[in-house]
Structures are given as structure tokens and as C-alpha cells.
């Protein structure tokens, strides 16, 4: 049982608390989703339930936290750690040597287990997590899924009532993470093990919870009830509870399989009324050259051949999305195009010049790009502070950009965010309004905040600002929305499309298809080092069995992919 009575916790140095007079009464036994908007507390709550915070990261907190009848903060960590596994958003995180059995083996050995019931442990873990096969496979070659099951192993090694875990599927490709999930339902059913994760992929998990946590950002009730209750109340909810929500259906379907119960008989009453027809979507001409090139690209690491023989092509004013499972090569391309990876074979050229015998910051001030994790490019010692750096590296003097935001600037924004009255970043002289740019991705509020000291969305955004204030002709993202709730992905697709519409090329590496359902003017699917089809989404997303999104499940055959598609008929 975990009890929560007013919990309230601040980090040093915060103005307010990241949580605040949170009171809740968790059952055990149950596969519990915390949920709720972007830098509300959520990885603060989870670090509370096993004594992270305050131990790791100081801080005061007051109210009653009881796990298993333990106070987190009198017991410590190394105590919950018993009761409490914990897994990290980034599983590389808590690894700690280079191979698989060895990191299971870790914790047992760290609380003097004898060797003989070590061995048994150890055994019982891997089949547990289906993880025998791979017992002797260093860890740096698992792929995504495969890294993520070691680390609940290693979490499930100490036997804990409760396992916790921190977005767990956020840097995995659909069947992975289906994969991951089904793990965990097995080891809730099987063995009545408590697990409570935070993720914002809704659309993954639904299927699997039986009680959802809402944690508001806004100072209102923390709610907790079962899945279909809480998503009546909410407004984070997945495409198909969104288009549930707008078209009355009841019960409220959390599943396909529910939603198809009122889909297909809607669907037939639509077609009869001729109202079924593809809703218009941004068609992108070609025109002009194209402003990224790959040609023949091959990179290899030791014996593997990573990328075999890639061709690619980005278009100033185009979005394109690239798909496919962890360990495609699709991140290996992106670091290529910018110069962090020197392909054995092939060229690549940005805006017409070969990227050979040029340096990496070179090609930079040309092309943005933004890697898995926003980590690698905080360092400054506060959020306005990382775009004056990124503007100073970058040889812009200081006349050219401002701190303070503008009347005019203010009158604009509204207008700003949905693509309208953006500054051209290849035709016009840049100015580069810091605060603005802030506004825009609604971190104004953290100009002066440390971003190391901000949630995983919120550095997502950091970073974002980061590599864009320089308006760049091109822009590359690898798994953009990780750590984002819906509504902050909505932000960010409206600045892509807005930053697409005045000529921007842009690439999109990302493991959520809803995003690329509503972003992309063109879709790659690339597997084992090779591109395996291209085309507009309708066509290689709608029928993919792994990449096709809610909504196209729901609605086979109309050539809808987003909750706006389908509204657009009503």
C-alpha cells in the first residue's frame, strides 16, 4: 500500500514547489498510469515513493509518504530499494557494467546475497523478462526494447512488491514497446506486483491500466480513478478517446477493438450520406533543389554495416518523417548529415555544398539539429543564457538579437504559433528575438530557470529554442516529443509547420506515429540500414500493421491519420 497525506516537495532554490499537498491512497496489486502535463511533478512523484527525493536531490518536503508501511525519507533509498525498483527514463542511465547478466547480478551482489542464491536469482530473473537467450550479449549491442527489459530486470532482481517506472517507452518503437508493456502486464498478473508508470504516449498504454493518476499542473485536485473515468474529465487523452469524446460515443472506448463497436456502424451512416472524403492536407511541391542530400551513404561501426547505401532528400518548405524499428540506422543518418558521423561511402551535401573536409559547426550554422537527448546541448546556467551562447557561437553579434520582447512582438505571437508572420530563415535578414522564441514554446516563465533543473519535456523545449533561434535552413530532430503531453506536442507541431511554411527543411526521427500522422508531408520507412518504402503518409502509414496510427485503425480505407481528419466530417 502506498499512502500519500499532503505531500508537498520544493528543490532547492525553486520559487514554488514541484509538488504540492498531494494526497493519495494507491492500492496494491494494480498497473497504475500516472499521467498529466509536461513539468507537472510526475518524475518528482516517483523519485518520492522510493526516497530519490529529497536524498539525491536535496530539497525540503513536508507531509506523510508511506510504501509498504516505510517512510522513504527516514528509511533511504538503499532500504526502498527493496520494495521500490525503480526505472529510469533513459535505461543506460542505471547501467552500471557492460553485460547483461552482470547488470541483473549487480544488486545482489551490493546486498551480500550468497553466491548460490545469487545464481538462482539471477536464473529466475532472466526467464522472467524472456532475457536467457541474451545473458551474454554486452549491453551497448541490445536494441532499444531489449536495453529497456535488462532494466527492469535489474530492478526486479531485489524481488521488490513495486515497481515504478519513468516513461518507459519513450525511446522505443511500437513493437517494442508492445513488447516492454506486455512484460510488465505478465509480472502484474503473475506475480500481483504493483506497477506505476508515468508515460505520455497514452495512446500505447491505455489498453493495459486499470487505474489512472491525473497530476495538474494548474493548483486543481489530484484525480484518481479507473482508466475510463479519469479520461472523461481530462483533456490529455489519445486520438481515439478524443474522437470518442467529440462523437458521444458511450461507454467510452480505451481500446480499437471498443472504438471499432462505433466506428464501423458511424462510418457506414457517413458513407451513406456522402459525407467520407479526405480531408485537405498540405501537399508539398518540389521545386528548386534540394536543400539536404545523401547519395549512396554507407557507415559502418567495426564489422557492422549501419547504413547501406542511403539516398535521401529534403526539400526547403518539407517535412519529412522517418520511421522504423530501434536500431534502423534512422539516428546514424541524421548524426551523418550533420557531420558527427563521416560515412565510409556515399556523399552528403546541405544547401548545394558537399559536407567533406567541412566541420561540424560549420555545417550547424546551416542545419539544427537536436538529438535524443537534450542533455548534450544544456550547459549555460540559465535558459536565456543557452540562446545567447548558441547566438555567440554562431559569430551573431549582439546588436542583432534582444532580450526584451517588443509590442509588436507581443501583438504577433497569437498568430506566430500557428505559422503565421515566422521569419523566413533562408531569404530574409535574421533578427533573433530571444524572449519571443521563448513565448513561443511557452517557456518564458524559465528564461532565468537552470535547465539541467527542469523536466524532461521542458529540456526537450531548451534545446529546441536552442538550435532554432539561429533560424537555420534545415532542421533535424531525433525523437522530438519524448517527455511532451499533448498539448505541448500540439505546440510543437504547429512551430514545425509554421517554420515549414517559410521554407525550412525539415527531418523528423521519431518513434510516435501520431506526430508523424499530423506533421509529415512525406514518410521514409527505413529497416536494417535501408530505405524499404517512401510516400505521403496515407499511403505508407495507413497500412502499416505497426506504424499506422489510431486513427487510420479505426478508420480503414478513408485515408484519415489524425482526430482532426475525422472531425472535419461532423
Known sequence: MIRLEHLTYTYPGAASPALSNISL?????????????????????????NGLAPHFSGGAISGVVRVNGYDP?????????????????????????????????FALENAAMAPAAMRVRVEETLDLLDLTPLRDRPLKQLSGGERQRVAIAAALALRPSILVLDEPTSQLDPKSAEDV??????????????????????????????????????GSPVIFDDARAV?????????????????????????????????????????????????????????????????????????????????????????????GRNGAGKTTLLRSLVGLVRPQAGDIYVNGRPNKEREVADICRQVGYLPQDPNTLLFAESVGKELEVTLRNHGVERGN????????????????????????????????????????????????AYPRDLSVGERQRVALAAITVTQPGALLLDEPTRGLDYAAKRTLEQLLHGWRNDGMAILV????????????????????????????????????????????????ETGWLTADDVSGVK
Not at 207 to 217: E, G, K, T
Request: overall charge negative.
Open 401 to 448: 538579437w534582444r532580450l526584451e520582447i517588443s509590442d509588436q512582438e507581443t501583438e504577433q505571437f497569437s498568430d506566430s504559433v500557428s505559422g503565421v508572420n515566422l521569419q523566413s530563415p533562408i531569404t530574409q535578414a535574421p533578427a533573433f528575438p530571444i524572449t519571443s522564441l521563448l513565448k513561443r514554446l511557452n517557456l518564458l516563465d524559465k528564461a532565468d
Open 509 to 556: 526521427v521519431t518513434h510516435d506515429v501520431e506526430l508523424a500522422a499530423a506533421i509529415a508531408d512525406r514518410v521514409i520507412l527505413m529497416s536494417q540500414g535501408e530505405i524499404i518504402a517512401e510516400g505521403e503518409p496515407s499511403e505508407v502509414m495507413a497500412t502499416s500493421p505497426l506504424f499506422a496510427p489510431q486513427i487510420a485503425k479505426l478508420f480503414p
Open 181 to 218: 508493456l506486455n512484460a510488465l502486464v505478465r509480472l502484474n498478473h503473475d506475480l500481483g506486483l504493483t506497477v506505476i508508470l508515468a508515460e505520455h504516449r497514452l495512446e500505447r498504454v491505455l489498453p493495459y491500466v486499470d487505474s489512472i493518476i491525473y497530476l495538474p499542473d494548474d
Open 25 to 49: 491512497d494507491l492500492p496494491d496489486g494494480q498497473l497504475i498510469l500516472l499521467i498529466g502535463p509536461s513539468g507537472a511533478g510526475k518524475s518528482t512523484l516517483l523519485r518520492c515513493l
Open 231 to 323: 479520461m472523461k474529465q481530462v483533456e490529455l487523452t489519445p486520438p481515439l478517446v478524443t474522437v470518442g469524446k467529440r462523437l458521444g460515443w458511450q461507454p467510452l472506448p480505451l481500446t480499437i477493438k471498443e472504438g471499432l463497436r462505433f466506428s464501423r456502424p458511424w462510418l457506414t451512416e457517413q458513407r451513406q450520406r456522402d459525407s467520407v472524403r479526405p480531408r485537405h492536407r498540405h501537399r508539398f511541391v518540389r521545386t528548386g533543389a534540394p536543400y539536404l542530400q545523401a547519395r549512396r551513404v554507407k557507415v559502418r561501426y567495426g564489422a557492422q554495416e549501419v547504413l547501406r547505401g542511403v539516398d535521401l532528400e529534403v526539400w526547403p518548405g518539407e517535412i519529412v518523417v522517418l520511421m
Open 73 to 105: 525519507v527516514a528509511a533511504t533509498p538503499r532500504v526502498l530499494s527493496q520494495h521500490v525498483g525503480f526505472v529510469f527514463q533513459d535505461p543506460e542511465a542505471q547501467f552500471v557494467t557492460d553485460r547483461v547478466e552482470d547488470e541483473i547480478a
